[in-house]
Nanobody, 113 residues
Framework: QVQLVESGGGLVQPGGSLRLSCTAS????????MAWYRQALGKQRELVAA???????NYADSVKGRFTISRDNAKNTVYLQMNNLKPEDTAVYYC???????WGAGTQVTVSS
């Protein structure tokens, strides 16, 4: 059974930083491509960043240069380092294995002064 647990969200001022973590179980993590998504209130869920099993990454245009996705296979964990946060980054952030139809509960990120 696949389980995903996100953490690290919170309230931060514009220009601040947060690091999100997502620990996975029930999958062979080192073989899994992982991604972070977000869903703002009243909007559709969107892909933020993804990392392949080999470490290749891609990002939504809106976060390029500000967010960095990384993974630690020894810890079954994927991270999202978010810098220079903007109010429009406010959303619930979710991680997901690309090939598994399972979502975690998400973690709330609020960017506000």
């Amino acid at each position: 059974q696949v389980q995903l647990v996100e953490s690290g969200g919170g309230l931060v001022q514009p220009g601040g930083s947060l690091r999100l973590s997502c620990t996975a179980s029930g999958i062979i993590f080192s073989f899994a491509s992982m991604a972070w998504y977000r869903q703002a209130l009243g909007k559709q869920r969107e892909l933020v960043a993804a990392v392949t099993s080999g470490g290749g990454t891609n990002y939504a245009d809106s976060v390029k240069g500000r967010f960095t996705i990384s993974r630690d296979n020894a810890k079954n964990t994927v991270y999202l380092q978010m810098n220079n946060l903007k109010p429009e980054d406010t959303a619930v952030y979710y991680c997901k294995s690309i090939t598994q139809p399972v979502w975690g509960a998400g973690t709330q990120v609020t960017v506000s002064s």
